[in-house]
């Protein structure tokens, strides 16, 4: 597609039901990276897929967050049994293959509250 | 690990003036972007900036990067409201996982 597609753009959750957050990047885009943006804050790094395997999660918060990107194209970040301090803007981001040197593309993110 | 900080965080500035934004990093980092975000929209990249004493223009904004004093900015001449915008510098934290360490952004706010 022309850009980097998230849906939904909003969910209102239940405090202990599970999401599923989706992102489909740009075609072609090898490196998919997901961020979380608190109000008022930088987005924070959460994992980064190569191709279809996860090559850094070191960003998620616990293990209540989980991605999987198993085919090399959309991805979707799974969150279970929501808090109420996950409310947050999901981004996601999308780049060729050395993606530093071109930059990255965001989409516009799923904001997530959960209530 | 590395760390991004931005300053001001917080800018109010009339139309026509000249102002800097900076963005200071703690470690090595050979690459920095520059991205525009609209109140409830995601992030518009502006500048990449690949290597020392990278400068870019685009408009009214121009952004430069000194690798040695880790010290990238953000410079806006003749501002105008259509600026008004939250701006944020992400440094790439290196390696093979191409990561973004964002700065806490600046609320510029242009006064007619």
């Known amino acids: 597609g022309a850009g980097v597609s998230q849906t939904p753009s909003n969910k209102v959750t239940e405090k202990g039901k599970y999401v599923e957050l989706r992102c489909d990047p740009i075609?072609?885009?090898?490196?998919l990276y997901w961020y979380r943006q608190s109000l008022g804050q930088g987005p924070e790094f959460l994992i980064y897929?190569?191709?279809?395997?996860?090559?850094?999660d070191s960003g998620l918060p616990n293990d209540r967050f989980f991605a999987v990107r198993p085919e090399g194209s959309v991805s979707t970040l799974k969150i279970q049994r929501t808090e109420r301090g996950d409310s947050a803007v999901y981004l996601c981001?999308?780049?060729?293959?050395?993606?530093?040197?071109?930059?990255?593309?965001f989409g516009s993110g799923t904001r997530l509250t959960v209530v | 690990e590395l760390k991004v900080e931005q300053n001001p965080l917080f800018l109010s500035m009339q139309e026509g003036k000249n102002y800097t934004i900076y963005c200071n990093y703690s470690?090595?980092?050979?690459?920095l972007y520059w991205y525009r975000q609209d109140p409830g929209k995601s992030l518009e990249s502006l500048f990449v900036?690949?290597?020392?004493?990278a400068v870019k223009q685009e408009g009214r904004l121009m952004a430069s990067l000194d690798t040695k004093a880790r010290l990238s900015t953000l410079h806006i001449t003749a501002a105008v409201h259509d600026l008004s915008a939250t701006y944020f510098c992400?440094?790439?934290?290196?390696?093979?996982?191409?990561?973004?360490?964002f700065g806490k952004g600046t609320l510029l706010t242009v006064n007619p």
């Open positions: 992400a440094a790439f934290s290196g390696g093979s996982n191409y990561k973004l360490t």
């Open positions: 897929f190569q191709g279809t395997g996860a090559a850094d």
């Open positions: 075609s072609g885009h090898t490196a």
């Open positions: 470690t090595t980092s050979d690459r």
């Open positions: 900036l690949l290597s020392n004493g």
């Open positions: 981001a999308s780049s060729l293959t050395g993606g530093a040197n071109y930059g990255y593309t």
